[in-house]
């Protein structure tokens, strides 16, 4: 298997799960988290911001663009991995139209309701969690000792949307999913385009 099979094969098991938990699990597991609370995800889902990330490749690319201007390219591509990103996730959002969890339990409406320009249909695909696999991909390129905590912060930040009652479990998974795509295409456009 070649990279890019096993990067489709893993884009096509995430999509299989993001189906599955749309049609078994979503409701479920919003109805536990709107009667439980947890500190703890309050705190952590700030790290879904995309301003701390957007000026910290700017500040990269300030300090090392002419003492190492490749480096320098690595904080360019972490703004620029964000921002498409964000471009197909809003898209995606207006497009589908999905209600959230708070439409879902004041007027059980949960299907798709397609082409929505209010922020409460804008549930799929996670914006917060796009944000922070797009972010944390990216930063696992510049700085890859660190990638599995990067991993780690992102999984939280992704959790921490279901767990508030923001998002289902399946617009989590399609915001992971295309975070981590968007970069790691980006990634392959920027620094290894024949």
């Not at 004041?106 to 409460?120: E, G, S, V």
Request: proline fraction near 4%; glycine fraction near 6%; aromatic fraction near 20%.
């Amino acid at each position: 298997m070649n990279g890019i099979e096993t990067f489709m094969g893993y884009s096509l098991v995430a999509l299989f799960a993001a189906l599955f938990s749309y049609f078994f699990f979503d409701i479920q597991i919003a109805q536990y988290f709107h009667t439980h609370s947890f500190a703890f995800f309050k705190i952590i889902t700030h790290l879904g911001n995309a301003v701390p990330y957007l000026l910290f490749g700017l500040g990269i690319y300030l300090l090392y663009r002419k003492k190492d201007p490749l480096f320098a390219k690595k904080g360019v591509f972490l703004i620029f991995a964000i921002i498409l990103s964000g471009i197909v996730t809003t898209l995606l959002k207006i497009t589908i139209g999905r209600p959230r969890p708070k439409i879902y339990f004041h007027d059980h409406l949960y299907n798709p309701q397609f082409f929505q320009f209010k922020a409460a249909y804008w549930s799929m695909p996670s914006g917060h969690t796009t944000t922070i696999f797009a972010a944390m991909v990216a930063l696992g390129f510049i700085y890859p000792k660190f990638r599995y905590f990067f991993w780690i912060v992102a999984i939280l930040v992704g959790l921490s949307r279901v767990v508030l009652t923001q998002h289902f479990l399946s617009d989590v998974i399609v915001g992971a999913l295309i975070g981590t795509l968007c970069a790691i295409w980006l990634h392959k456009r920027m620094f290894h385009a024949s």
